[in-house]
Each structure stands twice: as C-alpha cells, then as structure tokens.
C-alpha cells in the first residue's frame, strides 16, 4: 500500500471515532505545527493554544477531506490561518513595541565561512532570536511562505497547496523574504548604512 | 556574470536547485567578486539563523487533553447522530401506521359489500332447500 493509500485508512479510522489513530496523528503532527504556529506567533503559550486548535478543526472536518492535498499539507493550512486570525485578534487589543536589538554586548564579528566557534554560536542564537521577530513583522503573506519553508522544510509544491497559491508565486514570496531578513542581518551585524 | 542575475540565483543555491554548470558560474563569480561573497554569506547566515528553533517546546500534558476534548467533541456528535436517526425511525414508523391504515381501512369498507352481496345471490336461497319426506 502507498503512502495516499495508509493515509486514506488513517483517515477512515479516525473518522470512526478509533483513538488509536488519532493518537498516531498527534504524536506525528504535533511538533511540526507547533513550530509553524511558533515561527508565526512568537510566543509558547499562544502556540499551543493555535496547534490545540488546529487539531480540533482537523477532526471536526475530517470526513469532508477531498485528498486534493496531503493531510499534513491541508492542517498546515488551518494552523496559518488560525495563527493569522490570533494574530489579527490581538493586535487590535494589544500595542506590541518591536525594536531591533541594539549591540549592546553583542560583539559584531565577520562572517568566516567554515566550523562555527562557540562565539559564531553564541551570534546566531541572538541572530535567530532577531530574525524570528523580523519575520513576524513581514508582510503576511511572505510570513506564511518562509516559516513552512525555513522552519516546517516543506517543498515548494507543498506549500503551493497549503496556502491555495502558485508554485511561482510560493518561489517568489519566499525569494524576497529571504531578502528582506538578509538586509536585516546586515543591519544587526554592520549597523544601519546611514549610521554616523 | 552580472551582479543583478547571481543574486537573483542566491535562493535556488541556498535550495540547491542550480544545475552544475550554474553552480560553476555562480561559484565562480562569488570568488572574483568580494561584494557579491559578503551578500551570499549574508544570505546562507539569514537562512540557516532562520531555521534554528525558536526557545519554547509544547506542554507535556499536551497530547492527553486534546484527547480528552476530542473524546468530549466525539460524544456530543454521536448523540447528536443518534437523536437524528431515532427521529428518522419515528418518522418512518409513522408514515408506515398511515398506509397500513389506510389500506386496512380500504378493505374494511368493501368487506360489508361482499356479504350482501352473498345474501342476496341465489346460490344462498338455493342452499336452503325444504325438507320433503
């Protein structure tokens, strides 16, 4: 049996109610939603709340699953857009003051390509913790497109599907992201060009 | 190779869909041209800063309160779907008592008929013969 043909049984099982099944679907699922649902939100508690979420509207809708997608593919894309509506909920009710870091006991150092130091190390912690943030202020849609790209490794044609778009507008949206943060590491490590 | 074009090539280096001879080109113009370098460096360290996991991890109790709440969201379907089916047996026992009434009915109205129609037939008087020694 192929894989469409063991997740079609998964499915029907699920549907009838079997907890076996839908145990297996959590434990397969789970950490690779809360990650989506992190590079979108920011925030633990909020995350699990949208993967708990996401989970739910997965089983209330499953019978109605046509296969057009992979299952993974389809709840990818109720964890977006779960996420997206928090985010929306919240920023009418909440003012969120986001600043880039300043370099204050960062040391700055050039990037040599080759076996990361402890300080190399220590730089792209803070440098991810940055950048994570940076994302999060991006357009959404390019939002969307990187954190099931850089954070979840989906396939171009993946997130195609889970987000209801073209492959070349997916390679696009993805391609300018990473420009955009590129900039933005350029900035936290070299400064502003307009700096004095 | 123009500046313009290499980096356009960045993501598809980074996702490693060059095919080799553009791999060749881009590898070479990135080692004549120290801007272009210090962009790609930039953006390899974007991407891979980006992949790096957020600080944060689910709950362990996670997985065994979704499950309570779908165990909760199962219960109230099914007695929602049996409520529809015993409405769906009443209704069909219903339209049953109807026909099998009206078709009791219909044929207790012309039983009457068929016995005056059996009284008054000759083979009845003829049934009664007088006794004649």
């Known amino acids: ?196 | 190779m123009r500046h313009e074009r290499v980096q356009r090539w960045f993501s598809r280096a980074v996702d490693q869909e060059l095919s080799p001879r553009q791999q060749q080109r881009f590898a070479a113009h990135l080692t004549d041209c120290p801007e272009c370098r210090r962009e790609y460096e930039l953006f390899v360290l974007a991407h891979r800063s980006l992949a790096r996991p957020e600080a944060g991890a689910l709950s362990a109790g996670f997985t065994e309160e979704l499950v309570a709440r779908l165990r909760q969201e199962r219960g109230q379907s099914l007695s929602t779907a049996t409520e529809r089916d015993a409405g769906r047996l009443r209704l069909i026992a219903g339209v049953a008592a109807l026909v099998l009434l009206f078709l009791w009915g219909d044929r207790a109205h012309l039983l009457p008929e068929l016995r005056s129609e059996r009284l008054t037939s000759g083979e009845i008087e003829m049934r009664v013969t007088p006794w004649n020694p």
């Open chain 1, 1 to 196: 049996m192929d894989g469409k043909g063991i997740e079609a049984g998964l499915i029907q099982r699920c549907v009838q109610g079997d907890e076996t099944a839908w145990r297996w679907l959590i434990g397969e699922y789970r950490e690779r939603l809360f990650r989506v649902a992190m590079g979108l939100l920011g925030q633990s508690t909020e995350a699990e709340e949208a993967t708990q979420e996401t989970f739910v509207q997965v089983f209330r809708h499953l019978a109605g699953f046509q296969g057009g997608s992979s299952l993974y593919t389809w709840a990818c894309r109720i964890c977006i857009n779960l996420c997206l509506r928090r985010r929306e909920r919240v920023r009418r009710t909440q003012q969120r003051e986001v600043s880039l870091d300043s370099d204050e006991g960062i040391e700055r150092t050039a990037i040599v390509p080759g076996t990361p130091t402890p300080e190399d190390t220590l730089l792209e912690k803070e440098l991810s913790r940055h950048l994570h943030q940076a994302l999060r202020r991006l357009p959404i849609e390019f939002q969307a497109a990187l954190v099931l790209r850089e954070i979840d490794g989906l396939s171009y044609e993946e997130i195609a599907q889970a987000l209801g778009v073209s492959l070349g507008t997916v390679k696009s949206r993805v391609h300018r992201g990473r420009l955009i943060l590129k900039e933005q590491v350029k900035e936290y490590l070299e400064g502003p060009a307009y700096a004095s």
